[in-house]
């Protein structure tokens, strides 16, 4: 599986089974939340072996105007994408709310098991932030890009048009 997920580019097939021998697998039904919002962190990498998961974040913009509960879809996951990334780097509380859009299964990678291999090879710890790294410049290109065009555009009407109702 974690051939399939871009943060392991890079790494060979025997990093990969050490990697591997340290997760577990943990299935989500439909519905359910992953990370809450403003949670601490978890200190856990994950990778979606099935399923498409959303992440979405509380919004004034938007009080209920998406989503029931006042949240603004930010993006879809699915197969070998990652999430988790920026508290475990940080280990501030989580950005953003994940929730299991169809029966998924995440793989966990914890920390402590992912540092235990970095402090045996280095290069592994390389090449994995690095290619967080990428992951997070590409998620904050589009942030920065929404962020333009809300600038530039102003909030669309049927936004301002379903927060007045």
Same mark, same amino acid.
């Given at each position: 599986?974690f051939?399939?997920?871009?943060i392991?580019?890079?790494?060979? =097939? %025997?990093? +990969?089974?050490?990697?591997?021998?340290?997760c577990?697998?943990?299935?989500?039904?439909?519905?359910?939340?992953?990370?809450? %919002?403003?949670?601490?962190?978890?200190?856990? $990498? @994950?990778v979606?072996?099935?399923?498409?998961?959303?992440? &979405?974040v509380?919004?004034? #913009?938007?009080?209920?105007?998406?989503?029931?509960?006042?949240?603004?879809m930010?993006?879809?996951?699915?197969?070998?994408?990652?999430?988790?990334? !920026?508290a475990?780097?940080?280990?501030?509380?989580? &950005?953003?709310t994940?929730?299991?859009?169809?029966?998924? #299964?995440? #793989? $966990?990678?914890?920390? &402590?098991?992912? @540092?235990?291999?970095?402090?045996? =090879?280095?290069? !592994?710890? @390389?090449?994995? #932030?690095?290619? $967080?790294?990428? +992951? !997070?410049?590409?998620?904050?290109?589009?942030?920065?890009? $929404?962020?333009?065009?809300?600038? &530039?555009?102003?909030?669309?009407?049927?936004? %301002?048009?379903?927060?007045?109702?």
């Open positions: 599986m051939k399939k997920s871009r392991f580019d890079g790494l060979g =097939d %025997e990093d +990969l089974k050490k990697m591997a021998a340290g577990s697998e943990q299935p989500f039904p439909i519905g359910t939340v992953i990370i809450e %919002e403003n949670d601490p962190p978890k200190e856990m $990498l @994950y979606i072996r099935q399923g498409e998961i959303v992440v &979405s509380a919004q004034a #913009i938007v009080d209920s105007c998406e989503g029931a509960d006042g949240s603004a930010i993006t879809t996951l699915g197969e070998g994408d990652a999430f988790g990334e !920026i475990i780097i940080d280990e501030m509380p989580h &950005s953003a994940v929730t299991a859009m169809s029966d998924s #299964i995440v #793989i $966990l990678l914890p920390m &402590s098991h992912f @540092y235990s291999l970095v402090a045996m =090879d280095k290069n !592994i710890g @390389y090449v994995v #932030i690095r290619n $967080l790294a990428k +992951l !997070i410049c590409q998620r904050l290109r589009g942030s920065n890009f $929404l962020t333009k065009h809300f600038v &530039s555009w102003g909030v669309p009407d049927s936004f %301002e048009d379903q927060s007045k109702s």
